[in-house]
């Protein structure tokens, strides 16, 4: 018996092309997973490099040329750093001041996007468009007029000057946030609620609130970060050196002995601990994060 | 978009009733309550920022300086605004801001859509990431511009150890000595902040067009080429758009990144309009024509947003960073 040759490549055809297709289809992986590798190492890169000479003693930092991985990691710029009276109070600054901020911002937003997603009131357009103009509003603008009043005042180096630029310019994204869950959430519910007698704010703070704090929460991330990047404000209404947030310190960095090199270690690690809080944010809320970030945007 | 069908279909109905007549007791007092639960975000907003607002265009009327206490501050009209036009420094600001907000707008657009492009698929470690975008978006920017000039430095930086290991160089670039590279290696800095940001705005634009649309495209022989530039590009355009707006005008306000990485310098050849603006006023302490360049800022600012606006269309509602 001989087999017909046709038979055979016949089956022998179907058989390489499923090959070549496993083959194209692994070479498209390993292409786009190069590709994946490659753009997480563009964005995390100088953050990695930042952190490894953090690691370095004061030795190893300026060796040419310049040796990588820090060995042995060396704790030293973080102990240094938080040696330093005026690098604690940054950070204790920066977190008051951002806290305070997210957290007016907050209330006030919050009543403002209830009312834009379920209240039909007089000029509410107005309004819509003041808040998109305080979002692209350059801080520049208002900032000769607010330092002056705040030094008549008396509030430089006083955490109010800056709590209120950081509450009013965190609103806009505050206020489409919420604005965005409380529209999302069922009006049915609150107007059951309604008709077993609560009244409109009774149904706002039983109802509305609790259903919306996943929103809540995501928005209060958003403002956080925000707050705590801030630098403008900052820079300009805090001088004494016990008042400056962790941006300014950071930005006017001296370290802990003035007639040193510039103190590249102590500058790496303050930036670690300064970017840490946003890092941990980012691991733990990423989806929080992108689903507040890109809804409106993308909705249009 | 559903939820905004409802809201509109909501206000047309209050809207028709409203033509119709009375307006029951119940809208009066929910009119009311609107006004009274919006009344503090419309007070800070009054407060911190449209007043200030006039008052600088008020100061900028004046010669006004800080330097000394009780200086005369004479009233001089438009003078400053005179001045400005013909201020080289401010000429040299403003082509700098625009040469940088140009170039990093357009290459993140490029860059992000490339990258959202590809990504847009399910594949195992998606969320590594997403993680790993939102790190150069949520860095503090001026801890950013920290890292860059020690990467950038001229004798211990990375960046021209990897160029030399890689043979790309000979001699180290000593890059923030230079204007003509300075300039690039800022633009580099800013590139790599926020491009990673527009891939994700893009790519959640991109994740909203139904796979449909590509079967059907595919179907009727259309290259990957026309369906990139007749289905995903015009359905991605208000995103595009929306996109565009924010990370422009984020551009036209660059302060901290020039403030920090190169004040500025070397020479001006890094100085953008804010921070010509601001060393104005509270370096030279001359708060009348400072706020001068700080209304034309504001204004620019407003051109900017009128042509994405009116002009090209984006839509605005809701939009966002």
């Not at chain 2, 309550?33 to 008020?58: Q, S």
């Not at chain 2, 960046?159 to 633009?187: G, K």
């Not at chain 2, 179907?219 to 015009?234: H, Y």
């Not at chain 2, 890094?270 to 204004?299: C, H, Q």
Request: hydrophobic share 55%; charged share 15%.
């Amino acid at each position: 018996m001989t087999a017909p040759a046709g038979t055979v490549s016949a089956r022998a055809l179907p058989t390489s092309e499923a090959t070549r297709r496993a083959r194209a289809r692994m070479l498209e992986g390993i292409g786009f997973y190069t590709f994946v590798v490659g753009f997480v190492v563009f964005c995390l890169a100088p953050f990695i490099w930042t952190f490894l000479t953090s690691l370095k003693g004061p030795t190893t930092i300026y060796d040419v040329p310049i040796r990588y991985l820090p060995t042995p990691p060396d704790l030293v710029n973080y102990l240094e750093i938080f040696g330093l009276e005026r690098f604690r109070w940054a950070l204790l600054n920066s977190v008051i001041v951002a806290s305070s901020a997210t957290a007016i911002s907050l209330l006030i937003g919050a009543l403002c996007a209830y009312a834009i997603a379920r209240l039909d009131f007089p000029g509410k357009n107005i309004l819509l468009a003041l808040v998109l103009a305080i979002a692209m509003f350059p801080g520049i603008a208002i900032i000769g007029p607010l330092f002056r009043q705040f030094s008549a005042w008396g509030l430089t180096n006083n955490y109010l000057a800056l709590i209120l630029p950081n509450v009013t310019f965190t609103l806009p994204i505050c206020i489409w946030t919420l604005t965005a869950f409380f529209s999302e959430l069922p009006i049915e519910v609150e107007e059951s609620a309604r008709v077993d007698g609560c009244t409109r704010m009774q149904a706002f703070y039983k109802i509305v609130m609790p259903l919306a704090a996943p929103g809540v929460f995501t928005a209060a991330i958003l403002l956080f970060i925000q707050a705590w990047n801030e630098f403008l404000f900052a820079r300009t209404f805090m001088s004494q050196p016990n008042r400056l947030t962790a941006t300014v310190a950071i930005a006017q960095f001296e370290g802990a002995d003035m007639a040193a090199q510039y103190p590249w270690g102590q500058i790496t690690a303050a930036s670690i601990v300064i970017t840490l809080p946003l890092v941990v944010l980012v691991l733990l809320f990423q989806r929080r994060i992108i689903s507040g970030l890109t809804a409106g945007a993308v909705k249009g | 978009m559903a939820t905004t069908a409802r809201l509109t279909g909501r206000f047309a109905v209050a809207g028709m009733l409203g033509a119709m007549g009375r307006r029951s007791a119940q809208e009066r007092a929910d009119g009311r309550l609107g006004l009274l639960l919006a009344a503090p975000a419309i007070l800070t907003i009054l407060l911190i920022a449209v007043i200030p607002l006039a008052g600088t265009i008020w100061d900028s009327l004046f010669r006004l300086s800080l330097r000394f206490e009780n200086a005369p501050r004479p009233f001089i009209g438009l003078e400053n605004y005179w001045s400005a036009l013909s201020d080289d420094a401010w000429y040299n600001a403003l082509q700098i801001t625009g040469l940088v907000a140009g170039v990093s707008v357009t290459v993140e657009l490029v860059l992000g859509m490339i990258i959202a492009l590809l990504v847009n698929r399910s594949f195992r470690g998606r969320g590594i990431v997403r993680a790993s975008v939102l790190v150069p978006w949520a860095l503090t920017t001026v801890v950013s511009a920290k890292m860059w000039s020690w990467i950038y430095d001229g004798r211990y930086g990375v960046a021209n150890d990897l160029l030399m290991r890689l043979h790309l160089i000979d001699t180290p670039i000593i890059f923030l000595v230079r204007p003509e590279v300075t300039i690039w290696a800022m633009v580099a800095a800013e590139i790599w902040k926020t491009t990673p940001f527009m891939a994700l705005l893009l790519l959640a634009g991109l994740q909203l067009i139904p796979q449909e649309l590509y079967e059907a495209t595919a179907l009727d022989g259309a290259s990957p080429w026309q369906t990139f530039w007749r289905v995903t590009l015009p359905i991605l355009k208000p995103t595009i758009l929306v996109a565009l707006l924010f990370r422009t005008i984020d551009a036209v306000r660059m302060f901290d990144l020039p403030r920090v990485l190169t004040n500025g310098g070397p020479g001006k050849s890094t100085e953008t309009v804010v921070l010509y603006t601001y060393n104005t006023m509270f370096t030279s302490l001359n708060f009348g024509y400072g706020s001068t360049l700080a209304v034309m800022t504001f204004l620019i600012v407003m051109f900017v947003s009128f042509i994405f606006i009116k002009v090209l269309g984006a839509p605005t509602q809701g939009a966002r960073r």
